[in-house]
């Protein structure tokens, strides 16, 4: 019997099977990306992802409102971020990949929010290891190649008093009761959970505070982050603000097979500093199949591409639609076994793993210049 999921930014339990997550969507408030708004985004962006095409980003909240601004030429930005609780993996980087696709396409500014106060304040980690991770997560997201010029890193701690006085706004307008129904919080919980949500809505709405001009912001995260998104369109109207827009993706498949990819458990997915046997090793032994238990049995029946993790990793990363459509054909009909797939899974995540360690001196190079400040937006 499948486990209803149960997804908060902090915890995500039971099966995320298709139906759970739109269910989520649902329940949260959030709308499904239709043929309809693909082909809106086609139209404004000229492109789409393979992301949207194949259901990994699902879901919105007034995407067409972004997508109108962007087409009459008004100032929209991006907005996302990383909580550097640990290592990053494979399902952590995903949204950054298509984010930065949605950069170019747009030409748009993108600020990405490091959220060392939130994982000090809901996780049992020192402010001194959460800054290690916090370098370390900066450097792995920069080495997708960030445009420097329109990127802009603002660590939550380093930035604290610009964020405080903005948050402080916010923070008349969240109340207890509303935080406990959004976030499931308890008597218990620390009061700095309480106030966390106020700091992540902030870049949501920074840049038209301060310049006194509309930005509209569109916001690319997974799920969980839907909450804290629900409470920023709830509030910022109040203090004369827009409502962020935001577009919203599944997480990518565990390794296993069911739940997601844990920082806590390195066998649970692929870690941007696993290496090129570990990798292999990892899909080999760890990796659920959609296949069958014998080649013979493959052969005739064929395999299940869509619960298979090896199949979904090449999908994520493998940009040629054409190539992944004959993969997935042929390994639904037999003429690939599990073991083939596998292998050429492994061989296009270690590729993927090996440009982001050639990109990383660069990265390590220009790392200040993209430190946020108000003065690089134009
Ligand atoms: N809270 C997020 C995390 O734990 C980090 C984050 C901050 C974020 N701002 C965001 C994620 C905006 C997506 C969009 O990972």
């Known amino acids: 019997m ?87 993996h494979l399902g952590h980087i995903l949204p950054f990949l298509f984010t930065k696709w949605l950069q170019e396409k747009m030409g748009a500014h993108l600020i990405i929010q490091i959220t060392d106060d939130e994982k000090f304040v809901f996780r049992d980690l020192e402010l001194n290891d959460v800054a290690r991770y916090t370098r370390e997560n900066i ?3 920069l080495s997708l190649g960030f445009n420097p010029k329109k990127t802009h890193i603002l660590v939550d701690t380093e930035n604290a008093g610009l964020l405080y006085n903005s948050a402080i706004k916010v923070s008349r307008f969240v109340n207890v009761s509303l935080s406990k129904a959004v976030f499931g919080f308890q008597d218990s919980d ?59 993706s599944k997480f990518m498949p565990a390794l296993k097979g069911s739940g997601k990819m844990s920082s806590s458990d390195p066998n649970s997915g692929i870690f941007l500093d696993d290496s090129p046997t570990t990798v292999k090793k990892k899909l080999m032994k760890y990796a659920f199949s959609g296949g069958r238990d014998t080649a013979e049995e493959q052969r005739k029946y064929g395999a299940n591409p869509d619960i298979d993790f090896a199949f979904n990793a090449y999908r994520l990363l ?7 459509r004959k993969v997935y054909e042929s390994y639904r009909s037999g003429a690939i076994l599990s073991g083939e797939m596998k292998t050429l899974a492994s061989d296009t995540i270690n590729s993927f793993l090996a440009k982001l360690r050639e990109n990383r001196p660069k990265a390590e190079e220009l790392f200040d210049s993209y430190k946020f400040s108000f003065d690089k937006f134009s």
């Open 190 to 248: 620390n009061v700095g959970k309480f106030f966390f949500t106020c700091i992540q809505s902030v870049p949501a709405f920074m840049l038209t505070e301060h310049t006194g001009e509309t930005w509209r912001c569109l916001v690319p995260y997974a799920i969980d982050q839907d909450p804290h998104f629900k409470v920023s369109r709830d509030v910022l109207p109040k203090i004369g603000m827009p409502k962020p827009s935001s577009i919203i």
């Open 2 to 88: 499948p486990e209803d999921a149960n997804i908060t930014p902090w915890s995500v339990s039971g099966d995320l099977t298709e139906s759970q997550y739109q269910r989520i969507a649902h329940e949260f408030g959030a709308k499904i990306i239709d043929s309809e708004m693909i082909e809106r985004i086609r139209s404004v962006l000229g492109d789409v992802h393979p992301y949207l095409l194949n259901g990994t980003f699902y879901a919105h909240r007034d995407l067409d409102i972004a997508l109108e601004d962007l087409k009459n030429g008004k100032k929209v930005y991006l907005y996302t971020g990383r909580g550097p609780s640990g290592k990053m």
């Open 139 to 141: 450097l792995d997201i």
């Open 318 to 324: 493998e940009p040629d639609n054409e190539k992944v």
